[in-house]
Every structure is written in structure tokens, then in C-alpha cells.
Nanobody, 124 residues
Framework: QVQLTESGGGLVQTGGSLRLSCAASGRTVSRYTMGWFRQAPGKAREFVAAIIWSGGNTDYADSVKGRFTISRDGANNTVYLQMNSLKPEDTAVYYC?????????????????WGQGTQVTVSS
């Protein structure tokens, strides 16, 4: 079992920045892919970004490319999502997630482990 604990959400103005953190515990994630999804009210959960822990390969949704950066810290077993140039349409609950394996998959059903979610609100 992998436990994921997110932090770092909040309220920010358009154009601002936030950094989300996700601490993994329970087992080593060296052979895992970790990612971030988000869900806005009335919408389906959507892929934001993911990283293969071992090689550092990353992928992003088109809507966040150039603005968001996913990274990992092996010493602290933590994944980060740096979000810059935030827009009102980025408002959502952001979920950290993990799956066993070294492939980035953008479907939420491929991920077995989820955090509790953290709210990000971008005001216009």
C-alpha cells in the first residue's frame, strides 16, 4: 500500500503561483509512476501531469504545458507540482496519484493510489 498526502493548495489571483506537494509513504516508489489529476465541479477528473520516478520522464496535459512543472525528490519521497501563470480555469481539487509501473497513462482508472485532494482556487 502507498499512502499519499498532499499539501500546498489555496487561493491565488490570476497570474499567481502555487506549489503542491505529495508525500508518499508505505513502500518505496522507485518503480512507480506518480501524477496529478484535477477535478472541477461538475466535470470529470482530468490528467494534469505525471512523472516516472526512476527515469524522471514527464508528461503534461496540453492545457498546462509551459506553466506547470512536475518534479520529484527522492530523499523525501515527495512529488511536487509547481504551478505558474495560474488561470481561473485551473480552479479544481487537485489529486496526487500513483501506479505501479514505469509508463505514463493519462486515464485515472490506471492509478491505484490517490491522495485526499487539495483545493486550488484562482480568482479573476
Amino acid at each position: 500500500q502507498v499512502q499519499l498526502t498532499e499539501s500546498g493548495g489555496g487561493l491565488v489571483q490570476t497570474g499567481g503561483s502555487l506549489r503542491l506537494s505529495c508525500a508518499a509513504s508505505g513502500r518505496t516508489v522507485s518503480r512507480y509512476t506518480m501524477g496529478w489529476f484535477r477535478q472541477a465541479p461538475g466535470k470529470a477528473r482530468e490528467f494534469v501531469a505525471a512523472i516516472i520516478w526512476s527515469g524522471g520522464n514527464t508528461d503534461y496535459a496540453d492545457s498546462v504545458k509551459g506553466r506547470f512543472t512536475i518534479s520529484r525528490d527522492g530523499a523525501n519521497n515527495t512529488v511536487y507540482l509547481q504551478m505558474n501563470s495560474l488561470k481561473p480555469e485551473d480552479t479544481a481539487v487537485y489529486y496526487c496519484t500513483a501506479r505501479s509501473g514505469v509508463a505514463i497513462i493519462i486515464k485515472p482508472t490506471a492509478y491505484a493510489y490517490w491522495g485526499q485532494g487539495t483545493q486550488v482556487t484562482v480568482s479573476s
